[in-house]
């Protein structure tokens, strides 16, 4: 079954940047709307981020709007969150994920095993 790769998570000063890759299969890539979520300890996950399939539409969750950037290359079969900015807040697993509606909101079917983003203050 497909699995999708976060990469690109670490320790990273506030104010700093960071940017994460999640590779996928190209079925999925090529039919499937992108986005993030992330967890922090002792919360629930929640949306951060997402794509459609074709790339044409991005939404973002209020909280990092004007700082979290989102976009895919299909030929790459690979998503990426440019996160400037970075606020000690944004601390979390940050978790890949693939849904088959217009964005990964309205539900995931598959999900990435996350990957750590620390941002120390």
């Known amino acids: 079954q497909v699995q999708l790769v976060e990469s690109g998570g670490g320790l990273v000063q506030a104010g700093g940047s960071l940017r994460l890759s999640c590779a996928a299969s190209r079925r999925v890539f090529s039919n499937y709307a992108m986005g993030w979520f992330r967890q922090a300890p002792g919360k629930e996950r929640e949306f951060v981020a997402t794509t459609s399939w074709s790339g044409g539409s991005t939404y973002y969750a209020d909280s990092v709007k004007g700082r979290f950037t989102i976009s895919r290359d299909n030929t790459k079969n690979t998503v990426y969150l440019q996160m400037n900015s970075l606020k000690p807040e944004d601390t979390a697993v940050y978790y890949c994920?693939?849904?088959?509606?217009?964005?990964?909101?309205?539900?995931?079917?598959?999900w990435g095993q996350g990957t750590q983003v620390t941002v120390s203050s």
């Open positions: 994920a693939a849904g088959q509606s217009r964005t990964v909101v309205a539900g995931v079917n598959y």
